[in-house]
């Protein structure tokens, strides 16, 4: 039998009051999938992130996770389901320190039962040495988040959601306000999230960012798909081409 997508929206629509800002949208993001999504300011990419993330309910359509039809899906839900969320503004608290923002709200729901302080200490050490590659001796799992920078922040968020075996991680603008080197760290946690076997939805202005770590790429257009293609279907310049002509006219024909 196939193997079902992580996630598949059926027509799945929403307005707010006068403004359709989905129009019957289907959407596969497979199981070791990234998946691109681009579209112009108002396109709908944030509102259909929120649809996946529970935080807003469609007015009809689907939404389906590894096969299964989930009805009234709510934030809670999606977080059991593996979904997690990076923001750039709100990834982690400023005030806390690191290990507190790894382990935050989870210290006795991990897979390894209760922790205590020194374990999680010594484990967010490990984690940040190993996965996210920090090798500063000023940084240790104490240091508070405030003295990050946005793409270490981001790549903090990005090793946690995998560690607690995320399935499927949405990064929503992650790149906006990173510096050049920042945003090529973040790009590689993005490959991470492959190499480690999960999903991610990449949503970014900056088509560049996105050819390069998607597997796939979606063109949203005022709120309904207008195109979707595999990228090695298909060069930069041929997706820019194809870009413009939607942006144009609205369609791919
Ligand atoms: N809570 C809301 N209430 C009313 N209108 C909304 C709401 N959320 C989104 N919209 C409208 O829906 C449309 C799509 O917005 P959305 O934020 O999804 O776009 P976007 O593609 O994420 O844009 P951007 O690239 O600027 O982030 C816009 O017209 C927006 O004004
Ligand atoms: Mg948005």
Do not use: C
Not at 45 to 54: A, D
Not at 73 to 100: F, I, P, S
Not at 149 to 171: C, M, N, P, T, W
């Amino acid at each position: 039998m196939e193997q079902p997508y992580r996630l598949e929206l059926r027509n799945v629509s929403k307005s707010f009051g006068e403004v359709q800002s989905l129009r019957n949208v289907d959407l596969r993001v497979g199981m070791n999938e990234v998946v691109g999504l681009l579209g112009d300011n108002g396109a709908g990419k944030s509102t259909l992130i929120k649809i996946i993330t529970g935080y807003h309910q469609p007015d009809s359509g689907e939404i389906i996770f590894a096969g299964q039809k989930v009805d009234n899906l709510t934030v809670a839900k999606a977080r059991a389901l593996g979904v997690e969320t990076v923001y750039q503004e709100r990834a982690l608290a400023d005030q806390q320190t690191l290990w507190r923002n790894i382990f935050m709200g989870r210290e006795i729901t991990g897979r390894f039962g209760f922790l205590n302080t020194k374990q999680i200490r010594a484990e967010t050490e490990r984690l940040m040495r190993g996965e996210l590659g920090f090798t500063s001796s000023a940084v240790s799992a104490s240091s508070e988040i405030v003295g990050f920078s946005g793409g270490e922040k981001q790549g903090v968020a990005i090793v946690r959601a995998l560690y607690f075996q995320a399935e499927l991680i949405i990064l929503d603008e992650p790149t906006m306000g990173l510096a050049l080197s920042e945003t090529r760290k973040l790009l590689n946690f993005v490959r991470d999230i492959k190499r480690a076997g999960k999903s991610a939805i990449f949503i970014d202005h900056n088509v560049f960012h996105v050819f390069d770590v998607a597997d796939r790429i979606v063109l949203l257009d005022r709120g309904a798909v207008a195109g979707e293609f595999r990228k090695d279907e298909l060069t930069l310049d041929q997706l820019l081409e194809k870009m413009h002509h939607v942006a144009e006219t609205g369609s791919l024909d």
